[in-house]
């Protein structure tokens, strides 16, 4: 089969602003790409044709931030945690003596098996990270295994390992530490937070990367207000992620940039922080995405839809706001929201990346919190589920 048509959609959000939100659609599949989407009326023949009975379709999600490269799991620390304990990051350095013993399979397996369980939940392209890491050896490992997913972001700045010196290690980040990752990555991260990387060792992470012609990407105001969105706006990163304390100047540095805010309402959940105030974002007009931040230790979730019903019922953010934050935010995080082969929406060109929810529409997901609504996904037209 090269070709399929999947007809009698109930709603079919493309996030196309020409082509918006349809009902009795259909799409059209070949090989990779979708080839035709309009109204089921009209849809023309393929090889093969799937009746979803009125179910609605969502471009599959865009989780732009994971950290699968890991290994190990922090069960102890997250119980404690809900015992009372605060969530200081510093458990980030268990996970690197994990990722560190274990063998090049063992990771590579790890993050295979994360990346199929976020497909078979409608996720169809993944960004994520190194960090766990810290040393030359282990980052560029690490880089290397992270080719399986969509998009690699280099974070030696995750922390400064421990028995280290912040601005010694910052040096080997940003010298040899680049020099031996840049081929392997797209992009550059840095963990901008107290506790991390002050704003001076951030802005030097993140120019060495810009100079070796890498994208930016900054973790920022996560656990208390501080500088990483101004920085992330200053050095046009493509987006910043957390926000979970943002100034209203934040909040208007970010709406006047192009700088994405990337939302990980469950990480909040799980540090038990509060919440982002996305509506503040969305109405002063920055783009806000929502992605998983999968890790094992602030957010061990690879649920999209979990993140989006969060957004709807704690957020204020609308169905629509939620839907096209998880799908066509990350895409524009990930600078792959447009042209040829384009994730996060349903247009003649774009990948064949699809999300059939067993619902009449989009607003179940959060309607139904909880709930499994995955009937069928296709990843770059390969029916993964
Ligand atoms: O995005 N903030 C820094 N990094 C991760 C935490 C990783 C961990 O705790 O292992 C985050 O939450």
Same mark, same amino acid.
């Given at each position: 089969?090269?070709?399929?048509?999947?007809?009698?959609?109930?709603?079919?959000?493309?996030?196309?602003?020409?082509i918006?939100?349809?009902?009795?659609?259909a799409?059209?599949?070949?090989?990779?790409?979708?080839?035709?989407?309009?109204p089921?009326?009209?849809? $023309?023949?393929?090889?093969?044709? =799937?009746?979803?009975?009125?179910?609605?379709?969502?471009?599959?999600?865009?989780d732009?931030?994971?950290?699968?490269?890991?290994?190990?799991?922090?069960?102890a620390?997250?119980?404690?945690?809900?015992?009372?304990?605060?969530?200081?990051?510093?458990?980030?350095?268990?996970?690197?003596?994990?990722?560190?013993?274990?063998?090049?399979?063992?990771?590579?397996?790890?993050?295979r098996?994360h +990346?199929?369980?976020?497909?078979?939940?409608?996720?169809?392209?993944?960004?994520?990270?190194?960090?766990?890491?810290?040393?030359?050896?282990?980052?560029?490992?690490?880089a290397? +295994?992270a080719?399986q997913?969509?998009?690699?972001?280099?974070? !030696?700045?995750?922390?400064?390992p $421990?028995g280290?010196?912040?601005?010694?290690?910052?040096?080997?980040?940003?010298?040899?530490?680049?020099?031996?990752?840049?081929?392997?990555?797209?992009?550059c991260?840095?963990?901008?937070?107290?506790?991390?990387?002050?704003?001076?060792?951030s802005?030097?992470?993140?120019?060495?990367?810009?100079?070796?012609?890498?994208?930016?990407?900054?973790?920022?105001?996560?656990?208390? $207000?501080?500088p990483g969105?101004?920085l992330?706006?200053?050095?046009?990163?493509?987006?910043?992620?957390h926000?979970?304390?943002?100034?209203?100047?934040?909040?208007?540095?970010?709406?006047?940039?192009?700088?994405?805010?990337?939302?990980?309402?469950?990480?909040?959940?799980?540090? %038990?922080?509060?919440?982002?105030?996305?509506?503040?974002?969305?109405?002063? !007009?920055?783009?806000?995405? =929502?992605?998983?931040?999968?890790n094992?230790?602030? /957010?061990?979730? /690879?649920?999209?839809?979990?993140?989006?019903?969060?957004?709807?019922?704690?957020?204020?953010?609308? +169905?629509?706001?939620?839907?096209?934050?998880?799908?066509?935010?990350?895409?524009?995080?990930?600078r792959?929201? /447009?042209?040829?082969?384009?994730?996060?929406?349903?247009?003649?060109?774009?990948?064949?990346?699809?999300?059939v929810?067993?619902?009449? /529409?989009a607003?179940?997901?959060?309607?139904?919190? !909880?709930?499994?609504?995955?009937?069928?996904?296709?990843? %770059?037209?390969?029916?993964?589920?």
């Amino acid at each position: 089969m090269t070709s399929t048509v999947i007809t009698e959609i109930g709603e079919l959000t493309t996030n196309d602003d020409e082509i918006g939100t349809l009902t009795n659609a259909a799409l059209v599949i070949d090989h990779d790409r979708i080839v035709w989407v309009g109204p089921a009326t009209s849809a $023309p023949d393929a090889d093969e044709r =799937l009746d979803v009975g009125g179910r609605a379709v969502l471009p599959g999600w865009v989780d732009s931030h994971t950290h699968l490269v890991f290994a190990g799991d922090r069960t102890a620390e997250f119980a404690a945690r809900m015992a009372g304990k605060p969530y200081q990051a510093g458990g980030i350095a268990v996970t690197v003596r994990a990722t560190r013993a274990a063998t090049d399979e063992e990771l590579a397996a790890n993050l295979r098996k994360h +990346i199929a369980e976020a497909a078979a939940q409608g996720t169809t392209c993944v960004e994520t990270k190194t960090g766990y890491g810290l040393t030359v050896a282990d980052e560029l490992r690490a880089a290397k +295994i992270a080719a399986q997913a969509d998009e690699v972001t280099f974070l !030696g700045a995750h922390l400064v390992p $421990p028995g280290g010196d912040a601005d010694s290690y910052v040096d080997l980040v940003c010298g040899e530490m680049l020099d031996a990752v840049a081929q392997h990555v797209g992009w550059c991260d840095v963990f901008c937070e107290k506790g991390a990387f002050d704003a001076d060792q951030s802005r030097r992470v993140l120019v060495a990367a810009k100079e070796r012609g890498l994208g930016l990407r900054v973790h920022g105001n996560q656990l208390a $207000p501080g500088p990483g969105v101004r920085l992330a706006v200053e050095l046009g990163a493509a987006s910043v992620d957390h926000c979970t304390y943002l100034s209203e100047s934040d909040v208007d540095a970010l709406a006047g940039s192009d700088t994405v805010a990337t939302l990980l309402p469950a990480c909040d959940l799980s540090t %038990r922080q509060s919440l982002p105030d996305a509506r503040a974002l969305v109405d002063a !007009g920055a783009t806000v995405a =929502l992605a998983s931040n999968c890790n094992p230790g602030s /957010s061990y979730t /690879s649920s999209m839809a979990f993140c989006v019903a969060t957004a709807v019922l704690q957020m204020r953010m609308s +169905i629509d706001e939620a839907v096209r934050a998880a799908t066509w935010g990350g895409a524009r995080a990930l600078r792959r929201e /447009s042209g040829e082969g384009a994730v996060g929406v349903l247009r003649v060109g774009a990948r064949a990346d699809v999300h059939v929810l067993d619902a009449p /529409s989009a607003t179940w997901l959060a309607y139904r919190p !909880g709930v499994p609504l995955t009937h069928a996904v296709w990843r %770059r037209g390969v029916r993964v589920r």
